[in-house]
C-alpha cells in the first residue's frame, strides 16, 4: 500500500514538474509565426494575435540575449586585447568554449552578409541588435487588425513593417505589403499616398516602364511627378503603336510578362480614369499588355505554335480553358479593356477605341462591359469623371 501511494506521489510530482517545465519553454519566434497564419487563414483571429505577438516577443528576447551575450564576451580583457577585428573575434569564440557567442555570429552571418559588416566585431554587434525587430510578425499583426476593420492600427503597422523591410527573409514580400498598404489607403480614402504607393511598386518592380527602376527599389517617399517623369521612351513608342495602328497589330507586336506590377497598373489606371487623367492610358495599356501577354504565354506553353490573331480569337480561346477565363475575372481583363477604350477615346483615338469596343461587344464572357461596350458602339460617349 505504501508502495502505491509513494508510485502514485511521484507521477503526479512528475506530472505537474513537466508542465511548469513546458510552460516555461521559449516557442521559437518563427514557428510562433506559421502557427498563427495557420489560425488566421482558418479564421480564428484572436488566437492568430496571441501567436503573432508571440512571434515578435520571442525573437525580440532572443536577439537582445545574444546582443547581451555578445556584449559580456567583448568585455573579456582576453579578447579586448583583440581589438575590432572581427575574424579574430570569431576565432577565440570558436577556440575557447563561447558556445553562445557562436551561436549569435551563426545567426547573424545567416542573415546578414559577412562582408558587409567590414570585419568589424561594433558593427557585428549593431547587426545582431538590429535583427530584434520582426517586420513579418509586425505585418500579420496589422492583417489581424485589417479583418477587424481597424485600418488605422493596420496602416501603424505595415508601415512598421516597411520601416524594417531589408530585414524580411524574402526580399519580395516588401510588394505584397505596398499591395496592402494601398489598399487600406483606399479604404481610408487617402489617396494621394495611395497613389504614391502603387506608383513605388510601378518603379520597383516593371523596368520596361521606368529606366531608373533597374537601379533598385524606390522608397515610397518619392514624388509622384518624379515617377511619372521617369516613364521610359518605350512607353512612348508602345502609346504610339496602339493609337495608330490599334490594339490588335500592338498585342501582335509587344509581349511584356510582369506579374508583380500588372495590378499596380490596372489599379492606378481605373483610379486616372475615374478622373479623366491623362496618366490612365499608359497604365491601363500596360496592364491590358501584361494580362494579354500571361494568357498568350500559357496558350504557347500547352500549344507551342499558337499566334495571336485578333483579341475576339482570343476571348474564345480563354473561354475554352477554364483556368484562363479564372484569370481574366480575377485580373479584371474584361473592365481594363473598357477603360483602355475610354482613355484611348478621351485623348482623341476614336478608332482604337471602337476596336476594343467591338472586341468586348462580341464576347459574351465580358458580361457589363459587353453592354457598355456596345451601348459605346452605337453612341460613342466619354465616361463620367470625378471631379477633384
Not at 122 to 146: C, D, H, K, N, S
Request: proline share 3%; hydrophobic share 45%.
Amino acid at each position: 500500500m505504501i508502495k502505491v501511494k509513494a508510485f502514485c506521489f511521484i507521477l503526479v510530482f512528475s506530472l505537474c514538474a513537466a508542465g511548469a517545465w513546458a510552460q516555461t519553454q521559449v516557442v521559437p519566434w518563427w514557428y510562433s509565426l506559421a502557427r498563427g497564419q495557420n489560425l488566421f487563414r482558418n479564421g480564428d483571429y484572436g488566437q492568430a494575435l496571441m501567436s503573432f505577438e508571440d512571434a515578435r516577443r520571442n525573437r525580440w528576447a532572443m536577439f537582445d540575449q545574444m546582443e547581451r551575450d555578445f556584449i559580456d564576451f567583448l568585455s573579456l580583457p582576453e579578447v579586448r586585447i583583440l581589438g575590432d577585428a572581427l575574424d579574430w573575434v570569431e576565432i577565440h569564440a570558436n577556440t575557447h568554449h563561447h558556445p553562445a557567442v557562436r551561436v549569435a555570429l551563426s545567426e547573424l552571418f545567416f542573415r546578414v552578409p559577412r562582408e558587409s559588416l567590414g570585419n568589424s566585431a561594433t558593427m557585428a554587434l549593431q547587426a545582431i541588435g538590429g535583427l530584434r525587430e520582426y517586420p513579418e510578425a509586425e505585418f500579420w499583426i496589422g492583417e489581424v487588425f485589417r479583418v477587424g476593420g481597424e485600418f488605422g492600427l493596420a496602416l501603424a503597422q505595415y508601415r512598421r513593417a516597411y520601416e524594417r523591410r531589408d530585414l524580411f527573409q524574402n526580399r519580395h514580400f516588401q510588394i505584397d505589403l505596398l499591395y496592402r498598404m494601398a489598399e487600406v489607403l483606399q479604404l481610408r480614402q487617402e489617396y494621394p499616398e495611395m497613389e504614391q504607393v502603387l506608383l513605388s511598386i510601378v518603379y520597383a518592380t516593371d523596368t520596361l516602364w521606368s529606366d531608373a527602376a533597374a537601379a533598385g527599389y524606390a522608397p515610397i517617399s518619392v514624388t509622384i511627378g518624379q515617377l511619372q517623369a521617369e516613364a521610359s521612351f518605350a512607353v512612348q513608342a508602345m502609346t504610339r503603336m496602339l493609337e495608330e495602328s490599334g490594339p490588335n497589330s500592338f498585342l501582335a507586336f509587344f509581349r511584356h510578362v510582369s506579374p508583380q506590377s500588372e495590378e499596380a497598373h490596372r489599379r492606378l489606371g481605373f483610379f486616372y480614369a475615374e478622373r479623366g487623367r491623362v496618366a490612365a492610358l499608359h497604365h491601363l495599356m500596360f496592364a491590358f499588355l501584361i494580362q494579354n501577354s500571361t494568357i498568350l504565354e500559357e496558350l504557347i506553353r500547352r500549344q507551342f505554335d499558337f499566334t495571336f490573331t485578333n483579341l475576339t480569337d482570343l476571348a474564345q480561346e480563354i473561354n475554352r480553358l477554364p483556368m484562363l477565363a479564372a484569370y481574366a475575372e480575377e485580373r479584371q481583363y474584361f473592365q481594363t479593356a473598357f477603360f483602355l477604350a475610354d482613355s484611348l477615346f478621351r485623348n482623341g483615338w476614336l478608332q482604337p477605341a471602337m476596336e476594343i469596343w467591338a472586341f468586348l461587344a462580341a464576347t459574351d464572357q465580358a458580361g457589363e462591359w459587353q453592354l457598355r461596350a456596345i451601348s459605346q458602339l452605337q453612341n460613342p460617349t466619354l465616361e463620367p469623371v470625378i471631379l477633384e
